[in-house]
């Protein structure tokens, strides 16, 4: 059989927009094929939920909705008749007509040919872990069977359906049943699985080896469709893959880039040679540029602003805006306070100069020297302290905000996880933004990212890279007058925060306790700040927002 993988990118709610995508895509195929109602595939694959985009959360809760996405469905059926020969297989949000409880909605996989409705799978597992809330929304298949078609019995199935693979999860699994393992077993001959699977650093081998395995112990090719782009938080990598009865590769597919390609699912694996996995930093890097520019897209924003300290966190911001929007998009604004280095702006100048962005020096002494002024008949017999130092930082969000404001720019905000972990941000000040760029990396990546940025040219000055972490809010101040030491702390919140490990584990780790329970402390009072963040793109297993979700009002964990 042959089939052409749709690796696209859809947008949340453009239910208009995405079946056009769809449309559009076949009948490009036609098109290339050079001939009316043929095209040489037999099966077309989008991702899961395609028609709506992923994860359309709410909208599933508004009829309206529901039904412009039924009406949708019946026009892409009916379009299916000008392609006779060609199926259409996407997913898109079925209600059920069989069922008298539940939510009475399913995520399903629906194939489409010749003007008819062939098929319909419903998604059987329903993830509600990370940044999945499925259960809220739909019921799980009743029943799962393969679909006869084009000389092949597929064995249709969801993004989660893949996942609960035995052997890869030896120790727990979340679920009892093995869709794939029942597929095969009712006599499939080819696995396909839609899915919209987000990006984290490293996935893209799991999903290769949860993948392979899958069509190795079965003895049957593996088709996997997966969905590409930024939704909100969320990145979607792509890297769809084909893989013979041996579990070898045949085909895969880019990463962070729409890829549409036809592959023989009869054709033996090996001509590519092994998996060989994106480099971690450089996906990390990719996925944060498609964040960006998905994000400004898909809200309308063409232009961002980002405030350049002459530090590392601003400068990897806006070497990222750039390579999202183009230098003409981009503009930087250096906010020197009486404690700003002469390095601070001048790094930052020679930054928007290697980049090529507009840069504008916009000093904030005289505001700062008001505010305090303003402030002094109240502070009177108090010693300053980091209610003075923040207002430094206030005085800068607002100075973005306003650019945002009047000019259509989106402020994005430049720190990254391990100061958003303990709480060494500012709330309304450098938290203040559209999109947090870096709240999922930790301060250690920010230099591998960094080092990337330069692996051809100096873009980001060394000086910038080389000076002492400092947010220049007192004299002579750096991050390690506060924090542990990067390395340190970064290892610390690895373990505690995206492996779920306690204050013990760390400390029978080798960390030593006074500052394993510094740093737990810090990341527990710190979630109110957390909680009203501007949205951070997810680059790891474990990322502050929608899939984090711990209470603020609580007592827990080192007092």
Known sequence: ??????????????????????????????????????TGVDLVVFPELFLVGYPPRDLLERDWFLEA?????????????????????????QRSATTSSGKGLQNCALLVCGG????????????????????????????????????????????????????????????????????????????????????????????????????????????YVNQVGANDEIVFDGRSLAVDAAGRPVVVAPAFREHVQEVDMSAPGGALGPYVPQDTVESVHDAL??????????????????????GIDSALTCCLAVRALGAGNVLGISMPSPYSSRGSVEDSRRLAANLGVEFKVIPISS??????????????GTEQDSTEENIQARIRGNILMAFSNKFGCLALTTGNKSELAVGYCTLYGDMSGGLAVLADVPKVMVYELAHYVNRDSEVIPEATIEKAPSAEL?????????LPPYEVLDAILH???????????????????????????AVRRSEYKRRQAAPGLKVTSKAFGIGRRMPIAARYGPA
């Open 1 to 38: 059989m042959r089939v052409c993988i749709a690796q696209l990118n859809p947008t949340v709610g453009d239910i208009e927009g995405n079946k056009r995508m769809m449309l559009d895509t076949l009948a490009d195929m036609a098109g290339r094929a050079g001939v009316g109602a043929g």
């Open 69 to 93: 996405c039924e009406r949708a469905v019946d026009e892409i059926r009916r379009a299916s008749a000008r392609f006779p020969e060609v199926g259409v297989l996407f997913g898109a949000p």
């Open 116 to 223: 008819r409705l062939v098929a319909s799978q419903a998604k059987s597992l329903l993830p509600t872990y990370d940044v999945f809330d499925e259960a809220r929304y739909f019921d799980p298949a009743s029943e799962v069977k393969p679909v006869p078609f084009k000389g092949e019995v597929l064995g249709i199935s969801v993004c989660e359906d893949a996942w609960n693979d035995p052997d890869f999860w030896p120790r727990r699994r979340m679920y009892d049943f093995d869709p794939v393992g029942a597929l095969a077993k009712a006599g499939a001959t080819l696995f396909v699985n839609i899915s919209a699977s987000p990006f984290h650093a490293g996935k893209d081998a799991t999903r290769y080896r949860l993948i392979s395995n899958h069509a190795r112990r079965h003895g049957v090719p593996f088709l």
């Open 289 to 310: 540029v498609l964040g960006i520019s998905d994000y400004m897209r898909k809200t309308g924003f063409s232009r961002a602003v980002v405030g350049l300290s002459g």
């Open 367 to 380: 505001i700062y020297a008001s505010y305090l002024d303003a402030l002094a008949p109240h502070f009177a």
């Open 474 to 482: 007192r004299p002579n101040q750096t991050d390690q007058d506060t």
């Open 495 to 521: 373990g505690y925060i995206e492996e779920g490990e306690s204050v013990e584990d760390l400390v029978r780790a080798g960390f030593d306790r006074d500052t394993v329970e510094w740093v737990v402390r």
